[in-house]
């Protein structure tokens, strides 16, 4: 049974997405045709809120995110992000991204830096350097899986903040290995991300539909 609180919160969730959509399809629609009345932007922003979800389900296959994934893949449920930027997506996250080698595919990997961070190599032969605007560095968490086997950002480098689409919060192994993903930890008592997500969690998990839609 969902609490009144979480339901609150729930929709203060729904209504932050809703706007942020709905603002840049005005800003899209703007550009396009040059104006657009407050009626249409209004009838986006309803729309966004009453329909729809702020999850979705999305099957990942291979080791690379062994264990916090399983090392067959796993059915996870992901919470869109309208804009991902440091106020939505936070280091430490485990994301959905697109893939830079193949823009119609999509991996999942653990954000590990952000702009303003110092990149170091293991190798003496690199030059350090920080990552600019918009910029990130994604890593895989299977850490026996060499960097061209992890295919991460040691591979193909930073990406664009922009390639994220989505923070995965429950991954569904088996019908009877399931749990909340492990996001971003700023102490070891506190889960920044996992408790933003929490109302989120309790009003779309549904674990049946998980198993249903399950890969084996």
Known sequence: MVSLGTWFRYIAHKLEYSATISWKFWEM?????????????????WKNLFQGKLTYLHWNKGAEMAPSIGDQGGTLLVRKLPAADPRRVFVGDVVVLKDPDNPDNYLVRRLAAVEGYEMLSTDEKDDPFVLEK????????????????????????????????????????TAVDHGPVQNRQVTQTDHFSMRKDSPVLEVELDVDEMAKNHKT
């Open 29 to 45: 629609q703007n550009y396009k045709r040059g104006q657009i009345t407050d009626r249409e932007l209004g009838d986006a922003v």
């Open 134 to 173: 918009d910029e990130c560095w994604v890593l895989a968490d299977n850490e026996a899986l060499k960097p061209k086997e992890a295919n991460d950002s040691r591979k193909f480098g930073p990406v664009s903040m922009t390639d994220i689409v989505g923070r995965v919060i429950y991954c569904l192994r």
